[in-house]
């Protein structure tokens, strides 16, 4: 395993929110409106509050739902017929 694979694995990594993969944050997102508004990831009593995961998803760019990503697929296929 590469030293960066390692480094990145370490748990104070999950609360480096510019440094985690959307879907990461999306799933902290749902965990801390069902814990009540904040969630730790590894349990250590340092908790993320809905608003920091917010503003961290906010600086990203907007990642397709179900359904957009459906018509998407659609569209592009009418356009290679």
Not at 4 to 17: F, I, M, V
Not at 31 to 40: L, Q, T
């Amino acid at each position: 395993m590469k030293q960066e694979e390692t480094k990145r694995n370490t748990p104070k990594d999950a609360y480096d929110l510019p440094n985690l993969h959307t879907k990461v944050l999306m799933k902290y997102l749902d965990h801390a409106r069902h814990f009540g508004g904040e969630y730790d990831p590894i349990n250590s009593g340092k908790c993320i509050s809905i608003a920091d995961i917010k503003e961290e998803l906010a600086k990203r760019p907007h990642v397709l739902n179900k359904k957009e990503a459906r018509e998407k697929r659609q569209q592009l296929a009418k356009v290679k017929k």
